[in-house]
């Protein structure tokens, strides 16, 4: 079946040691986007590629960049994690952008679940 | 800015009870698009609505029913006769066409941590 895929499901990692969270997608969409989603709170986005082009949010942090070095696949790299970036971290697909006529629908991944020692 | 509001924190229930959700939303946008998601203790995301700014028809599927009103800046979500299984956090969210400077992603609620006891 066509997905959305996240590897790890659960990460830890400590302290100011970089990590990487991976997506994949078979869906051949042109989005991919990464969302923080902290204990107890709403999903947060943080950037998202429109193909090779990424968008940043304008409150998310520098510690946290992306990649994506093809259409399938897409990483969320933390240069130095803190305590305060454990959360799931969700990533989600759509075969295009939203227009005013038309909605693409996000499928999401099942998320990857960060915990910081 | 756009902006979703749950004020429900947590809902307890007894099974079979009906039950609604409550959503309001913020936009300056003419067009928009609001969704209802549910996430079980898992942690995915599950689809399950959208509605469409231009389209005010309510829609029941099953035990689910929704209610947009524009008038009220608001789409409420209710379960008919709920179930254990209905147990989970049920956000509201909102996206806004790709306007080329934006963001192009779903802005979401706080959520409500909906609880049905047998």
């Known amino acids: 079946d066509a997905m959305v895929i996240q590897n790890p499901r659960y990460q830890v990692t400590q302290f100011g040691k970089p990590v990487t969270l991976s997506c994949s997608q078979t869906?051949?969409?042109?989005?991919m986007y990464w969302y923080q989603q902290k204990s107890s709170q709403a999903p947060k986005l943080l950037f998202h590629?429109?193909?090779?082009?990424?968008?940043n949010e304008a409150d998310t942090p520098d510690n946290f960049q992306s990649r994506r070095p093809n259409t399938s696949f897409c990483f969320l790299d933390i240069r130095s994690p803190g305590l305060g970036d454990a959360a799931m971290y969700l990533c989600?697909?759509?075969?295009?952008?939203?227009?005013?006529?038309?909605?693409?629908?996000?499928?999401f991944g099942p998320g990857t679940r960060l915990t910081v020692l | 800015a756009q902006k979703v509001t749950q004020a429900q924190t947590e809902i307890s229930v007894v099974e079979k009870e009906d039950v609604t959700l409550d959503c309001v939303y913020e936009t300056r946008d003419t067009t928009y698009y609001l969704f209802w998601y549910k996430q079980p203790p898992s942690g995915e995301l599950v689809f399950l609505i959208r509605?469409?700014?231009?389209?005010?028809q309510n829609e029941i599927s099953g035990r689910y029913s929704w209610n947009f009103q524009k008038s009220t800046s608001s789409f409420n979500f209710t379960i008919t006769a709920s179930q254990v299984v209905d147990s989970a956090v049920y956000f509201c969210a909102l996206s806004e066409p790709y306007s080329g400077g934006g963001a192009d992603g779903l802005t979401f609620g706080k959520g409500t941590h909906l609880i049905i006891q047998p």
């Open positions: 590629y429109y193909d090779k082009d990424f968008n």
């Open positions: 869906l051949n969409h042109n989005v």
């Open positions: 989600a697909t759509s075969r295009d952008r939203s227009g005013s006529k038309t909605y693409n629908e996000q499928f």
């Open positions: 509605r469409n700014s231009f389209d005010e």
